[in-house]
């Protein structure tokens, strides 16, 4: 069962504001690495740390390429017949 949601802190709001900024602005899933380097002042490994937390809540998860992985919506790449 996951852990219970608890308010964020600065750090992860820090962090889950850059996400979803980075997200919103590639179109791409964003890497510890690459917000480490965009001025959050944390180390990669940090970061990956208050993301995991993220995870064992239920609110995100990591992003697979597996073919059958996808639900068919046809809103993913990997939907397509080929």
């Known amino acids: 069962m996951a852990e219970p949601v608890t308010a964020l802190t600065d750090r992860a709001r820090a962090i889950f504001r850059a996400v979803v ?3 919103l602005a590639n179109g791409a899933p964003v890497g510890s690495k690459t917000l480490a380097l965009s001025g959050i002042n944390l180390s ?3 970061i990956r740390g208050v993301m ?4 064992r ?3 995100s998860r990591a992003p697979t390429l597996r073919r059958d ?3 068919p919506t046809g809103a993913c790449a990997c939907s397509s017949t080929a």
Do not use: T
Not at 52 to 55: H, N
């Open 21 to 23: 900024d980075g997200y």
């Open 44 to 46: 990669p490994a940090s």
């Open 52 to 55: 995991a937390s993220w995870r």
């Open 57 to 59: 809540w239920g609110c």
């Open 69 to 71: 992985a996808c639900r």
